[in-house]
C-alpha cells in the first residue's frame, strides 16, 4: 500500500488557478486615433475591448479589471470609477454586492439580455471615458502630441500592489492593527504565496514617447520586481521604449498587422492568464531594440556619454558648467571628444540586456532623483 | 472542474446526451454559467481563442501553440470539451484534422459577451417597485436560516442534540423527502439517521451542498413530470442574478413557476408569499456559478457579506499535539466537529477539543473518511492556520489518515481492465493516453495489462485510430 505518501497532502489544497487582475491601459491620444480612423476607429476598438474585458472576467469567477486611459496630458481611471472612494473591495465581483455596484444601481437600467456585472462594468467605463473626452480642450491638445503612459503604468502598479496586499489571507486584521508593518512585510509575503497573479496590457496607438523615458523605464523595474508581465498592442505608431518593457517583463509584444482584427488579436495572445501561458506558446517581440534615450534632450541614442558617477546617459558633450545634471558632479566630456569613442555598439547592447534582464535596480535607482 | 463545488455539477452535465446539451446550449446565461465553472482553465483559453476566429482551428496549429510540456493539460482541456459537446473535432476532404465550435454554443457565448438578442435569459427585474421590499440582511438571514435547518435535521439526531426546541423549524415535506431520496438521510420507525453520503453532504462547503441537494433534484425531475432542460437552464440563470434585485415571475414557465415554490424551501430564493409576482435571488442562488463560498455558517452574529471569499472564514486552529480550537459559537459547526473530535470545552466563542485515535475512528465507523475531515478541516482553517502550506500539520494529517487506514486495508476502484493488446507499441500509445487524461489506475508492463476507471473517452480513442489507421 502506498496510499500514505508525504506528497499527496497537497492535493487537497490544489484547486482553481489563482485569480488574475488585469489592468488595461488604453491609450486615448486623439492625434493617433484620429490617424487610424480610416482602420480602426476608437468606437471598434473600445467595442473589442469591452468583449475582451468580458471574457477575461468569464474566464475565471474572482478575475478583476481595472482600466486606466492614458491621455494626453493625464492619466485616468476609466474603471474602477473614480467618483466613489477608492475601492477596498474589488469591483468586479459577480455577485455584484459591492459599493460600486450599489453606486451605479440607481443609474444602470437592468436588461434582460445582459449579465450584470457586465452590463454594470460597460456603463461605468462609457461614461467615465465620454466624460474624459468632454473634458478635453483644445489647448490640451495643443500643448503635446503625445501621451501620459508613465502616469498610467505607475497609476496600474499601485493599484496592484495594493490589491494584493488585500489579498494576502491575514491582510485584514494586519492592515487593521498596523497598515505600515503589513506594507513592510509585503515582499517576503508575495514571494511565499502567490493569491492573485498580476498583468498589464497597454493598448497603445501614440508614436514617440523617448520624453518619458525615465518614469516609463522606472515602472518597467517596478513590474519586474513585482513578476508582473508588461503586455503591449501596438496599433500604431513605434516605439522603443514599449518594447523594451514587455521584453524586461516577459510580456507579449504583438503589432497586428491588420487592426481591423483587433478581437481576435486581443482573445487570441493576450487573454491566457500567467497559469495558462505556462502551457502556451506565446508571441514576443522578435527584435528588440534596447537603445536607450538621452536624459538631457530626451532623444534615443545610439551613442551617448554616460556619467561616470549616477550613469545618466546624455546626447551631446556640452553640458553646462561641466556638471552632471542628473546628480550634479563634475563631468568634462570634452575631452571624451577628442578621442574617437572606442564603442562597438554589439558589446554595448549586451550591456544593456545584462542590465534589464537582471533584476539590478541600476538605471531606475539614477532615474529616481529625476522623477521626484 | 474549477472548484470542488461546481465540479459534481460537471460530473452530471457530462452524462446528459448530446441533444439535452444542444437545447441547454440555446441559452446564453446557460452558456455563461457552463463556460465560467464547469471548463478547465485551459479549456476556457482554447474556447476564447477560436470564439471569434472566422475559419476552423486545424489540429496542426492548435499542437503548435502548445508547448510541449503542456500536452497532457491541452489533452485533459480538449477531452471535457468534448465531452460537453462544446468543440467537435472534424475532417476535411485532405484529411487534416481540426477542431469547430459548437454553433449554438458558440453563438450563445458571443451573444452573453456582447449582450446582445431577445433572449431574456439573465432574468426580467421586476418593473413594479415592491410594496414590500427586502434588503440583502434580510435575505442572508433568510437563506442561513433554512439551509441551516435542513443541515440540522440531518446532522442533529445523529449527535444528540435533536431537542424539540432546537428542531421546531420544520424544514418541508418535499425536502424531507429529497433528503431520503438523495440517500443522505435515513428514517427507521420515525428516527433521522445520517447516511455516509450525507456526511459528505454536510462535510462539505455550502456551494457544493447546494450543488448536492439540486442535482439529486435534477434526478428526480422526470418523475415529478418537468423538464430537465428548463430546470437545468432555470438553475444557471439563477446563478447570473443580482442579488437584492426583485424579478418579476410572468416570464417563467410552468416548470420553472412550480420550482420556485422548491427552491424558496430551500433557501435559494425567497418569495413574500406563495402566489407573490415577484421572486428574490438569495446568496445561494446566486453564487451557484462562482466557487465563492456563499453562506459562512461559523459565525451566525457576523454579516456575511463583510467575508469576501471562503479562505478568510476559517475558524478552525489545529495544533501539532492533535489538540483542536474553533472559534465558533454555532450549533450545527459545533454539532459536526463533535463527528470527529473530542470536544471538551465550551465558552461563549470558542470551543475546544482533542482529535483522538477514539474519536477519528468512531467517525470512520460511522461512514466518513479521512479524506472529508481534513478537506472540512482545511476549507475551514483559521486565518492563522493559512499561512503555512499545507494548512494543517502534517502530522495531524497523516495521523488521521494511518488511523483510518488501520480498519480498511483494502480500497476499491470500479473500473476497466484493459489486456490483449496486439503489440507493445499499441499497449503503450493507450497506456499513455490514458495517463494524460488521469484515469489510470494501474498498469502491469510485462502483461501488458491495465485499469483506468473511466473507458468512454479511450474507446473513442481507439475508434478514431482505427479509422485513422484503415487509411
New interface residues.
Partial sequence: ?N??D?TD??I??E???PPSLLAIVLDTNPHAWAELHSTLPLSSALSALL?FI??HL?????NEIVVIASHTNCAEWLYPSPRGPYPS?PTT?????SSE?RHNKDHVP???????P??LL?HSILTSLSRLVSSTTSADLASTPTTSIGGALSLALTYMSKAALLRE??A??AANANPLSALADSESATT??TTLTSRILILSVSGDLANQYIPVMNCIFAAQRRRIPIDIVKLAGDTVLLQQASDATGGVYVKPERPEGL??YL??AF??DA??R????MPTAGGVDFRAACFCHRNVVDIGYVCSVCLSIFCSPTLQDNLCLTCGSYLSLRSATSKTPQVIPRKKKKKKRLGTDSATPGPSAVGTPMHG | MSGSSSEQAYEYLVLLPRQTHTKLYEQPSTVLAVFRCMLPHLAKTIVMAMLYMPTPFSAVDLEAWFRPEGKSVKDKALSALERLHIIQAKQDATRHMHYELSKGFANSLRQALTGGGTHRSFGVPSSTPDPNKVDTEFLDAYARKQWENILFYMVGSTVGLASSAQLSQDIGLGTKKLLEMGNFVQVRSGRVSITREGFTFVLQETNAQVWSLLIVYLRHTPELGMSETDVLSFLFMLGSLELGQDYTTSTLSETQLQMLEDLSAFGIVYRSSKNAATFYPTRLAVTLTSDAGALSTSDSLSSISASRSSSQQGFIIVETNYRLYAYTNSLLQISILSLFTKLTTRFPNLVSGKLTKESITRAVKLGISSSQILSYLTSHAHPQMQKHQPFLPPTVMDQIRLWEYEGERVETTPGFLMRDFKSWDEYRDLKEYAESLGVLVWHHDEKRWFFVNGVDQLSLYMKKKVTRGGE
Avoid at chain 1, 468569464?58 to 474572482?62: E, L, P, R
Avoid at chain 1, 437592468?110 to 450584470?116: E, L, M, S, V
Avoid at chain 1, 505556462?278 to 506558446?281: D, E, G, N, T, Y
Wanted: hydrophobic share 35%; aromatic share 4%.
Fill in positions: 500500500m496510499a500514505i508525504g497532502r497537497h487537497v489544497t484547486g482553481a488557478p468583449v468580458n471574457a468569464a474566464s475565471g469567477n474572482a473591495s465581483e459577480p455577485n455584484g454586492n455596484a437592468g436588461d434582460p439580455n445582459k449579465f450584470r457586465f452590463s460597460e489571507p491575514v485584514n486584521d511565499t504565496r478581437l481576435q482573445m487570441m487573454l491566457p497559469t495558462s505556462r502551457s502556451l506558446v
